[in-house]
């Protein structure tokens, strides 16, 4: 992995384990929230992660305290993960990925192309 690519804001899919993994640094870039909102845009075939408040009943909590020792924030949702699996019809089963993004400025957004997705260690299927 690039110096480049440390420093963009990562997200990885595990279709195996129904996991969403949110790298540190993608946080951080959207402001250190303490909520997240997870949206996908299946016309697009993009995914956004979304900072919010507890007022959401979406929202997805971030243990900031829990984070310390790790590099990434977990999240486990199989509707979820089956959803992004229907929208980004290359993906195959039991497979993992990793997709690079971009802030949208002032928006407190990182927005993900799920066609630009690099599949992670090919896991057998």
């Not at 949206?39 to 310390?68: F, G, K």
Request: hydrophobic share 35%; with cysteine.
């Amino acid at each position: 992995m690039t110096e480049h690519n440390q420093a963009r804001p990562a997200i990885s899919v595990d279709l195996k384990k129904h996991r969403i993994r949110i790298h540190k640094n993608t946080l951080h870039s959207i402001g250190d929230p303490d909520y997240i909102l997870l949206l996908v845009n299946p016309e697009e075939r993009t995914l956004a992660i979304l900072r919010c408040d507890r007022s959401d009943p979406r929202a997805h909590h971030i243990s900031w305290a829990s984070l310390v020792n790790k590099k990434s924030f977990e999240l486990y949702s199989r509707s979820l993960v089956k959803s992004l699996r229907n929208v980004s019809h290359d993906w195959q089963d039991n497979q993992s990925y990793r997709m690079y993004g971009e802030i949208i400025p002032n928006g407190g957004v990182a927005q993900f192309h799920m066609s630009e997705s690099v599949l992670l260690n090919r896991a057998k299927v």
